[in-house]
């Protein structure tokens, strides 16, 4: 095994937090998105790197169906940023902020 | 002399609901130029009511319960007790509201679309209750989520319904990226994804700091998905700016998905009498989060302006009083079976009171009456009817005896009792109470104040009629007819123990 | 069984069916009801005689009649009827005087054409019923039953002019301060029943008997002494006594209590409502006999009472001012007699005194009716003339009132004074309650006949009293049957003529000595002697009587001589001060006025206030607070994303680490 | 069946009255209340001596069934009545018939929803009062919240909604107090009972078998279930402090509706009170007697002070309400026959004289539409027959002897003054005594200013006569006062029977 499973661990933590980084920081919509795909890959480097670890193919055909299912999400997604800069002229997450309290 | 079915026939709900989806894509596509809503919703609710038949069929008949449950698919989705009976709490909620959304999206284009993502959302839900592995709950409440963000967005051309689909989506992908790391975090631990067989490997694991993070972020995607505290945000705005059926759908159905994913995740996956040894308290964490969302969504509601606002807010301090079921668990557990069922049988009453409710604001905004407390003045003088089906719905919220809502939420708090947890009850009782208060508040309106002289009430949709009465006629029924309801959610919730 | 005491019963319900009567059917009625009324007191008065007749053959008669609550495993609580020598006397007295006062009405309110008549009658025939059930009760709930609606019926009937605010007012106070006595009464009741099981006046288990055996036995009662409780209880009943005879210091209601018709104040004063309450120490005496505190008080009471009344009645100018304060004073006698142990006395003023204040109450409503309803007697004078029969009947009742021999009112009052001086020989702190009535005597004397001689004697001083208004057979006839009575019905018990000439002629002190043994006189006298260890000193009875009609007569010709005159003034306004302070009822009304407006009524409205900002405040507090807490929790929700998304990421966070701290992961 | 009979009739009663027009809605819903009226009076006719059916006496009327199979605790369907029961439920009927007649003036709106509520309130009460199931019985403690809200929100005087909504919030909370509490003795007695039944509860109670929940002693947890029970009882009673709902309830509710509220509804609380309080937790209610008894006695005097300072007659019936239930505390309190005897013939006799009182007051605002002492006086003059039954009424709710309300006052007094289980008991009743007085004395000023004296009307309103349908309930409700007063024993008998068994809790025969 060329590096130790921590370094998997550390690694998908990481880029977890550079993806929730980037949910935090950015306001458009379509970098939101991107950061939260980043984050599914953080848990994907999990899934995967494990699976080879115990030594069954679960993580990995796991990984395999996440990928897709972020696809269906991301389509969805640009459907209603799609919406959302008909609407709003803009893909500012923060300005569509009419209902609160 | 007894004819068995083929066990995949146990799944027989879900295949209905999808092909219903794919009829309707059929339908809508042969007919793509013109709107056929009555077909369009008639197919669908045949499809919903179809599925909620045979579930309750099922039921009755103790397929899958008495500790037989039918596992398909190499263990990766389970036919139980309590599959069945939130299959039933999805697919009645699932009716009412096509029957309602009938008047409601009567004028809207893509119709076709609406009714099929709602009957896929059904399916993915149903899904999640079946699901017996953590890759069938994780793609079961994708299918259930994507077509939601969808629906609630369905008006494209109005703001708010934009705003609450933006604002759930990112929330949602947010929180299901953070449930698929939490998920991940087992795997890293356990190396196995079936829920029992992660029971089987939990107690012998390595790093309890991991798995400890894995069961927190798991624990905080059920939260998004029941809209409890803290991944409550996206559920007022949401709630608010969806189409009215629509918010009756995530709020009473979505909710009730949320809740039995978490059930059967945090029972057969992470039994509490292993993990308390390993030092991870779930069921502390729970309660931590059981209270602050009674308070909150209570709390919040109380000072609402806004019907449908309002409405949200107590449906999220309903979530607070479901997640009893869990946070009132004991290890040992003398009277857990109690606890869990209670959870479910307020579900399960929930589902049609909050649909109720919801679909009568649907109404007023058909009437266009007008979002705030005092737009809905004196209406009982011109809709006396629909006004008696909520003030049903309503009191059976605050848990006033005229509907089940009065038994559910008693026997939760019995449950939290039993247990010893009063001072769960308590806070419960508390928030009743101001619940009482704001639902008042639109009874106060309707009832007691005077009606503008500038409102016409001068038409009655059907669609919305009928389901708002049939939800306050199911309420109201479940009151003497209890029994049922508990004793099917006390078996399905034995069987999960067991 | 006699005959009679089969039918006694019906004494108070004849009454009770001629209320219903009135009430129902009065209006349709010729007479509005009185005939009924008449019919129904004469009959209960013919029952009565019968009774008295069958009691002095030696007859007694004790009967349960009525369970009222039957106690399964506990004691019942039960209605009956007690007939000895004591009721059968006040049954008389109370019939005869009640059915003299419905002839009398007919031609006082009749007459007169007073609208409510059907109401009058109705309230005069329960206040009948009341009375005389009142009268034979055999117990003390019964006769606390029958004592409250005595007040109800004079609250009804002083309000009978309800249409003008004075008798409204009169109404209220006379029942709100009987009520306060009632309070110490019932809690008296409860307390008697409570400790010896009964209520019952007579018989071996009667509760004066237990009380005595109780005493004796060293008992004690929620940890207080048998003789110390007895006592506290004999004086919580007492209050109800002091409240309805109208004893000092709750006898404010009385005066006011004129607003009502004047045949009420006749009923009210002679033979019912202020009678009942020194009938109720004389029907359960062996119980205050065994007490020598009680006793003390009771005659303490009664003689500071008698002379503070006295005073009073001095200088009022109504006439019914003036004889309701005579009526307060001779009831104060009636107490002292009882607190000094001569309850033959007191029994007898108690009988002497219905006759003669019954007949000086009608005379003063026939005054009334001939003055065409002017009551003050500085603008009467020379009715003398006017009005025979009212003068001379008058003048025969306030002899007795004065207490000149041979009036009844002299055999009674001197005896209560001798038994007092006796008393009073042995131990010299009841000389003060002595001296007191015997001043009283004085100024009982003076007021009565300033009162005559302004009334009658003179000349017509108003165009009223110069050409008043006749009056009718119904109002003579019940004038001459109780001036006969005012002037003979002392015979019966001259005290001094039978020690002097050594003759057996005390029959009132035979008679109430006669029937159960536990409520005979001799018996009493054992008690007040052995068990309250009163002695009596041997003193002869004609001194103290001379000395006793000294004074009368000389306060009686001093008010003559100064009033019956052409021109009468008053001279006891150079007094100045002291006057003032009498005239003004000693500030009494004051005081009380001030209990129930300044101290009550403020304490009320601060205990309002309290509630209102206090206790309802803090529920209504609980209800801002909770929302203002609402409005807090909402602003969470700014509705901005990217804010959710960093409260949750927070979230998180926070517990992540909480929990992890919590279950030791690291 | 014959209880099964009265709920049903009621509650289809209502939903009839709801559908039928506003102008026949008050005679129908009469009609209609006739019945559960005759079923009532007709069970007090075959009604038979059985003993306190909490502690082990034979239901009478009973019928039971499985209701919920709750594991391991079954839900049933359970009614029956006793000798306290009964009368309660005698009172209930009436006093729903006669608000109903006593409702056809004063509402002119709206009258097919009023009635209907007014039925559906009739189904809870008669429900509370034969429920022998605790959760059955919740469910009809709840019921009755409903439709008074409705009623006081909708037919209401200016402050209505205030009224209605406090109201219905705080006796709500009293009452998850009360379940909280209840529940936690339930699942503490643990497998020594397996039903909600109320009677088995308190048998097992009885017989110590409660143990430990969550952490709390079986002794700790007895006390803490009574207060919670206890607290939610007093705010039903109500009992000062937790009494403040009430009076705003009164002076807005139509006096229909309060003469139920009054009539019937406080007796929910006192009946409670003795079912469970003094019933099942009969040790820790002597252990508190002192507390108890002081509350009780702060009531009296209180609410009696109260009354005194207001000036609106419903706001002073009202408050001294809250002064007469303080005397039934005080009479369940002493743990003796005639205490507990007393206690609950005072709370049929204050329903009846309440109730009478309340309506009188309604038929005077019906033809003068003021309720203020100040903005009227010399009524009698204008209408005597209306008056004379005021003065009646109040009287009777003097504690006037031959009247109801004395035998019930003197069953108190009697019974507390005897009591062992209170110490310095007759100290403690003189005080609570003290309470007739005060009656007197805001009950005769009261009359004064408005019924005597020359006549004045501040409204201006011409006052015809009062029709006979506002006279008729009257003369019924005194006609039962004088009745009772003079007969206690139409009730007293029964309710003895039922009370003993109580009363020998506190070591009284």
């Known amino acids: 095994m060329a590096a130790p499973m921590e370094a998997y661990l550390l690694l998908s933590a990481a880029l977890f937090c550079v993806g929730l980084f980037g949910v935090l920081t950015r306001r458009n919509a379509l970098m939101f998105l991107i950061s939260v795909e980043l984050m599914l890959n953080a848990a994907n480097i999990n899934l995967v790197a494990f699976s080879l670890y115990h030594g069954n193919l679960t993580g990995q055909t796991f990984a395999l169906f996440v990928i897709a299912l972020a696809a269906a999400e991301v389509a969805i997604g640009l459907g209603i940023i799609m919406v959302l800069n008909r609407q709003y002229d803009d893909v500012d997450v923060t300005r569509a902020a009419t209902m609160r309290w | 002399m007894t004819y068995q079915l083929a066990p995949w026939t146990a799944i027989a709900p879900m295949l209905v609901l999808v092909i219903t989806a794919m009829v309707l894509y059929i339908v809508d596509s042969i007919y793509p130029e013109r709107e056929h809503p009555q077909l369009l919703s008639g197919i669908s609710v045949a499809g919903t009511v179809t599925a909620m038949a045979i579930a309750i069929w099922y039921l009755a008949a103790g397929t899958g319960q008495h500790g037989g449950e039918i596992v398909l698919f190499w263990d990766q989705l389970v036919v139980d007790g309590m599959a069945l009976f939130f299959t039933v709490i999805f697919t009645a909620v699932a009716s009412l509201v096509i029957v309602a959304s009938y008047d409601y999206v009567r004028a809207q284009p893509h119709q076709g679309e609406y009714y099929s993502l709602l009957l896929l959302a059904t399916t993915g839900m149903a899904l999640m209750a079946s699901a017996n592995s953590l890759v069938m709950v994780f793609i079961a409440l994708e299918l259930a989520s994507l077509p939601s963000y969808a629906l609630v967005s369905y008006l494209k051309r109005n703001r708010g319904s934009v705003e609450a ?99 059967r995740v945090l029972i057969e996956a992470f039994p509490y009498e292993v993990l308390l040894e390993l030092g991870i308290d779930w069921v502390l964490m729970i309660q931590v989060i059981a209270v602050a969302t009674m308070l909150l969504g209570n709390f919040a509601a109380a000072v609402q302006e806004n019907v449908k606002r309002m409405l949200a807010y107590s449906s999220i301090g309903h979530a607070g009083y479901a997640l009893i079921g869990l946070a009132a668990l004991t290890n040992p557990g003398g009277t857990n079976d109690l606890v869990l069922a209670a959870a479910m049988m307020h579900l399960l009453v929930y589902g049609f009171m909050n649909t109720g409710a919801f679909l009568f604001v649907a109404l007023g905004e058909h009437w266009g009456v007008g979002r705030t407390f005092e737009d809905y003045n004196g209406l009982a003088t011109q809709a006396p009817i629909a006004c008696v089906a909520v003030t049903v719905v309503l009191l059976s919220l605050a848990g006033l005896p005229v509907g089940g809502g009065f038994l559910s939420k008693y026997v939760l708090f019995m449950g939290a009792v039993s247990a010893g947890f009063w001072w769960l009850a308590a806070v419960g009782a508390v928030v009743s109470a101001l619940s009482l208060f704001y639902y008042a508040r639109l009874l106060k309106a309707i009832w007691i104040e005077s009606p503008p002289s500038t409102r016409v009430v001068d038409e009655y949709p059907v669609g919305l009629y009928t389901a708002i009465v049939l939800a306050a006629l199911l309420t109201v029924v479940l009151l003497p007819a209890f029994f049922a309801v508990a004793e099917t959610a006390q078996i399905a919730a034995v069987d999960l123990f067991a | 069984m006699d005959a009679a005491f089969t039918y006694a019963p019906l004494i108070a319900l004849f009454p009770l069916a001629s209320f219903v009567i009135a009430l129902a059917f009065g209006k349709y009625l010729p007479t509005r009801g009185a005939l009924p009324g008449i019919v129904a007191t004469g009959a209960s008065l013919l029952v009565s005689v019968w009774v008295a007749a069958a009691v002095w053959q030696g007859h007694v008669h004790h009967e349960v009649l009525y369970t009222w609550i039957a106690g399964e495993d506990v004691v019942s609580l039960e209605f009956g009827i007690l007939l000895d020598p004591l009721s059968a006397l006040m049954l008389v007295v109370v019939s005869l005087i009640s059915f003299l006062v419905h002839v009398f009405s007919l031609g006082y309110m009749n007459a007169e054409g007073e609208t409510g008549l059907p109401r009058y009658y109705a309230e005069l025939g329960l206040f009948s019923f009341s009375m005389l059930a009142f009268v034979y009760a055999d117990n003390l709930l019964m006769a606390f039953i029958f004592f409250e609606l005595v007040g109800v019926c004079s609250y009804l009937l002083i309000g009978f002019w309800f249409r003008d605010g004075a008798p409204a007012s009169a109404q209220k106070k006379a029942f709100l301060v009987t009520r306060f006595g009632d309070y110490f009464f019932l809690i008296g009741v409860v307390g008697i029943l409570a400790t010896f099981g009964t209520t019952t006046f007579v018989g071996s288990e009667g509760f004066p008997q237990l009380a005595e055996a109780a005493i004796a036995g060293g008992e004690t009662f929620w940890g207080i002494d048998a003789s110390q409780w007895v006592t506290l209880l004999g004086l919580l009943v007492l209050g109800g006594v002091i409240g309805k005879s109208a004893q000092f210091p709750l006898h404010t209601w009385l005066p006011d209590a004129m607003e009502g018709p004047t045949t009420v104040s006749a009923l009210i004063h002679a033979a019912t409502m202020v009678a009942a309450g020194v009938y109720l120490v004389a029907r359960m005496f062996g119980f205050y006999a065994v007490s020598p505190t009680a006793l003390a008080i009771i005659a303490f009471v009664g003689a500071f009472t008698a002379l503070f009344a006295a005073t009073m009645g001095v200088v009022k100018d109504d006439i019914k001012q003036v004889l309701a304060y005579s009526t307060i004073s001779q009831y104060g006698y009636m107490m002292l007699g009882l607190g000094v142990g001569g309850y033959v006395a007191a029994v007898f003023h108690l009988m002497n005194h219905a006759f003669f204040k019954a007949l000086l109450f009608l005379g003063a409503g026939s005054v009334i009716v001939a003055m065409h309803h002017k009551q003050n007697m ?28 041979p009036f009844s009112g002299f055999w009674s009052k001197d005896e209560v004074l001798f038994e007092a001086l006796l008393l009073g020989a042995e131990a010299p702190i009841f000389i003060a309650a002595y001296a007191m009535a015997l001043a009283a005597v004085f100024l009982t004397g003076f007021y009565t006949f300033r009162m005559v001689a302004l009334t009658f004697h003179g000349e017509a001083r108003t165009d009223d009293a110069a050409t008043p208004h006749g009056v009718g057979w119904s109002i003579k006839f019940p004038l001459v049957v109780l001036g006969v009575l005012a002037t003979v019905a002392g015979l019966i018990n001259m005290k001094p003529v039978a020690v002097v000439a050594d003759l057996d002629i005390l029959y009132l002190e035979t008679w109430l000595d006669a029937g159960f043994e536990t409520t005979a006189y001799g018996t009493y006298t054992t008690l007040v002697t052995e068990v309250a260890g009163f002695s009596y000193a041997d003193i002869g009875p ?125 | 069946m014959l209880i099964e009979a009265m709920l049903l009739v009621t509650l289809v009663g209502a ?185 088995e509860i308190t048998a097992a109670l009885h017989d110590g078998q409660l143990g430990a929940l969550a952490g709390l002693d079986a002794a700790t947890l007895k006390l803490a279930a009574f207060l919670a029970i206890f607290a939610g009882f007093a705010v039903k009673v109500p009992m000062v402090p937790v009494h403040t709902w009430l009076p705003d309830a009164h002076v807005e509710a139509p006096s229909p509706v309060s003469v139920l509220l009054a009539g019937v509804l406080l007796k929910m609380g006192t009946y409670a009170l003795l079912r469970f309080n003094f019933t099942m937790f009969d040790d820790v209610a002597q252990q508190l007697a002192v507390p108890i008894a002081i509350l009780a006695v702060i009531s009296v005097i209180y609410g009696a002070m109260l009354a005194l300072a207001q000036s609106d007659l419903k706001r002073i019936v009202a408050y001294s309400s809250i002064s007469s239930m303080g005397y039934v505390i005080l009479g369940l309190v002493a743990y003796t026959t005639y205490g507990v005897g007393g206690a609950t013939f005072q709370m049929i006799s204050h329903g009846l004289i309440s109730g009478l009182m309340f309506m009188v007051v309604g038929v005077i605002y019906n033809q003068t539409h003021t309720r203020m002492v100040g903005d009227m006086a010399g009524l009698a003059d204008r209408m005597p027959v209306v008056v004379g039954v005021f003065v009646a009424g109040a009287f009777a709710y003097m504690g006037l002897p031959l009247m109801s309300g004395f035998a019930a006052e003197f069953m108190i007094f009697y019974g507390a003054f005897e009591s062992t289980v209170v110490p310095s008991a007759p100290l403690v009743t003189a005080v609570a005594m003290f309470g007739i007085v005060i009656v007197a004395g805001y009950l005769l000023w009261a009359m004064q200013q408005s019924l005597f004296g020359p006549f004045r009307l501040e409204t201006d309103e011409p006052l015809g006569r009062a029709p006979i349908q506002d006279i008729a309930p009257l003369f019924v409700l005194l006609a039962l006062i004088i009745l009772l007063g003079v007969d206690p024993d139409i009730f007293v008998t029964m309710i003895q029977d039922a009370a003993d068994p109580v009363a020998a809790l506190g070591g009284d025969t």
């Open chain 3, 378 to 405: 500085w603008e009467m004078g020379g009715l003398k003339e006017h009005l025979p029969v009212t003068y001379w009947t008058f003048l025969a009742g306030s002899l007795a009132l004065a207490g000149i021999v």
């Open chain 3, 542 to 666: 004609l001194l103290p009587a001379i000395i006793a009609l000294v004074l009368a007569v000389a306060g009686a010709a001093l008010g003559y001589r100064t009033y019956a005159v052409a021109e009468p003034t008053e001279p006891v306004k150079r007094l100045g001060g002291a006057y003032d302070l009498v005239r003004a009822n000693y500030y009494q009304d004051e005081f009380q006025v001030w209990l129930a407006e300044g101290f009550t009524a403020r304490l009320a409205r601060a205990a309002d206030s309290f509630d209102q900002i206090v206790i309802d405040g803090t529920v209504n507090g609980i209800s801002t607070v909770s929302l203002r807490a609402g409005s807090r929790v909402r602003r969470l929700q700014r509705g901005i994303v990217t804010n959710y998304a960093a409260l949750m990421a927070a979230s998180i966070v926070a517990l992540l680490l909480l929990f992890a701290v919590y279950g030791g992961w690291f």
């Open chain 2, 165 to 263: 689909g933006l604002k759930y989506f990112l929330l949602g992908a947010l929180s299901s990226t953070i449930f698929l790391y939490g998920i991940s975090l087992v795997y890293v631990e356990t190396g196995v994804l079936q829920l029992t067989a992660i029971a089987g490997t939990v107690g012998e694991i390595e790093n309890v700091a991991i798995l400890g993070f894995g069961v927190v972020l798991l624990i905080l995607g059920f939260a998004f998905k029941t809209a409890s505290v803290p991944f409550h945000f996206w559920a007022p705005e949401a709630y608010e700016g969806a189409p009215t059926p629509i918010s009756a759908f995530i709020s009473s159905a979505s909710k009730a998905a949320g809740f039995v994913i978490a059930f």
């Open chain 4, 15 to 199: 939903l009839v009255v709801f559908a039928s027009p506003n102008r026949y809605a008050g005679r129908l819903a009469f009609a209609i209340s006739l019945l559960p009226l005759g079923i009532s009076l007709w069970l007090y006719h075959r009604f038979e001596a059985v003993g306190n059916i909490f502690l082990g006496g034979d239901p009478a009327f009973e019928t039971r069934a499985i209701w919920i199979d709750l594991q391991p605790y079954a839900i049933e369907w359970w009614v029956g009545v006793d000798g306290i029961s009964l009368p309660l439920l005698v009172l209930a009927t009436i006093l729903a018939t006669l608000a109903i007649v006593s409702a056809w003036t004063p509402i002119d709106e709206r009258e097919s929803q009023f009635y209907g509520l007014i039925l559906i309130l009739e189904t809870g009460l008669i429900g509370v009062f034969v429920a022998l199931d605790f959760i059955l019985w919740f469910v009809f403690w709840e019921v009755v919240l409903i439709p008074m809200y409705l009623l006081i929100g909708i037919w209401g005087g200016p402050r209505r909604k205030y009224a209605a909504i406090k109201f219905f919030v705080y006796t709500n909370v009293a009452s998850l107090a009360m379940f909280i509490g209840f529940v936690a003795i339930v699942f503490g007695l643990g497998d020594a009972v397996a039903t909600f039944g109320m009677p």
